[in-house]
């Protein structure tokens, strides 16, 4: 069963950093285009970042600049770099592939305040 678990959320104030990771079990993603996505309280779930397989990028305008992702194949993990953060970055972050193949982790949270 393949199990998707975000982590490294938590509370920063505006033009603060934080680093998020995804760990994967049940399934290698090597060969597969993982991205990160986010959902804030009362929206859609919205794509935030991709990497494919052979490591290139692809970023959201609202976060081009800001964000830097990457993976680590061997280990089997997708990281979410994320500075300068604005208020508007509030949301519950989640990987998955650039499909959304697999069942969906729990995210974790992310709150920037003012």
């Known amino acids: 069963q393949v199990q998707l678990v975000e982590s490294g959320g938590g509370f920063v104030q505006a033009g603060g950093s934080l680093r998020l990771s995804c760990a994967a079990s049940?399934?290698?993603?090597?060969?597969?285009?993982m991205a990160w996505f986010r959902q804030a309280p009362g929206k859609q779930r919205e794509w935030v970042a991709t990497i494919s397989s052979a490591g290139i990028t692809a970023y959201a305008d609202s976060v081009k600049g800001r964000f830097t992702i990457s993976r680590d194949n061997d280990k089997n993990t997708v990281a979410l770099q994320m500075n300068s953060l604005r208020p508007e970055d509030t949301a519950a972050y989640y990987c998955?592939?650039?499909?959304?193949?697999?069942?969906w982790g729990k995210g974790t949270l992310v709150f920037v305040s003012s």
């Open positions: 049940g399934v290698s993603f090597a060969l597969q285009a």
């Open positions: 998955n592939t650039q499909m959304g193949v697999y069942n």
